[in-house]
């Protein structure tokens, strides 16, 4: 069962996302909070397996919390889905810098943010597909005008076919149909790839896709599958 935290200062949001959520078997919201102090107190008393963040909330917004359950010197972060209204938001870029592993927006079909349950909750992360390339491409050019590009490691051809899936804001049972090959396969090479570019999660491997771009090729000039096609 995946315990889930909502945290929106709207009570009938909180409602309405609670109700699809729950209407799944394998899902249960265990707490609701209504600023981003109390998600982050209910946070530690609930010990949820993925938090659904608003980012926009007075009293304390989204960002600092999910900076607090889930930032780079969190010890033992709560998997955040920021969920928001807008689809370029700079709330965003906040989130994305203090670990948050996905974002869907409010008004995306229930089936999608459900999704992004599962996968932060299984440790997967997911970025709607509708705000990754704005939002994520934004975030990448503002960040690089700050930091020099990282040497990009050799990424054998078929994880640089899964980088550009992700991306593309695939899952990875997406990833896993669109290429031929099995979920665990799947997964044992987006952890080889978040490894190797040193970053923490997926969402990060994106960012730094976009700040590489150089990494589409490799050593020897050969572009990924999906690039080609």
């Not at 909180?14 to 249960?28: G, T, V, Y």
């Not at 943010?113 to 709607?128: E, K, P, Q």
């Not at 396969?185 to 970053?199: A, M, N, P």
Request: charged share 25%; no cysteine.
């Amino acid at each position: 069962m995946i315990e889930v935290l909502i945290a929106d200062d709207q009570a009938s949001v909180r409602r309405a996302l609670r109700a699809f959520l729950e209407s799944q078997d394998d899902i249960r919201v265990t707490a609701e909070a209504g600023s981003g102090p109390e998600a982050v107190h209910k946070a530690g008393e609930h010990r949820p397996d993925a938090v659904l963040m608003d980012v926009r909330m007075p009293g304390g917004n989204g960002i600092l919390a999910t900076a607090a359950l889930a930032g780079p010197d969190v010890a033992d972060p709560v998997p955040v889905v920021v969920i928001t209204t807008f689809d370029l938001d700079e709330y965003l870029f906040g989130a994305l810098e203090n670990g948050a592993v996905g974002f869907v927006l409010k008004d995306a079909p229930p089936a999608h943010i459900i999704d992004a349950v599962r996968a932060a909750a299984t440790g997967d992360g997911l970025v709607s597909p509708a705000v990754t390339r704005r939002v994520i491409s934004e975030f990448a050019r503002r960040r690089s005008t700050a930091r020099p590009r990282s040497p990009v490691p050799h990424l054998t051809p078929r994880e640089r076919d899964i980088l550009d899936a992700l991306i593309q804001g695939y899952s990875n049972a997406e990833i896993a149909e669109q290429l031929f090959i099995e979920i665990g396969t799947v997964k044992t090479h987006v952890s080889s790839i978040i490894r190797q570019l040193g970053v923490r999660d997926r969402v990060q491997a994106i960012v730094w896709a976009y700040q590489n771009p150089n990494w589409r090729i490799d050593v020897e000039g050969e572009q990924s599958r999906l690039q080609r096609s």
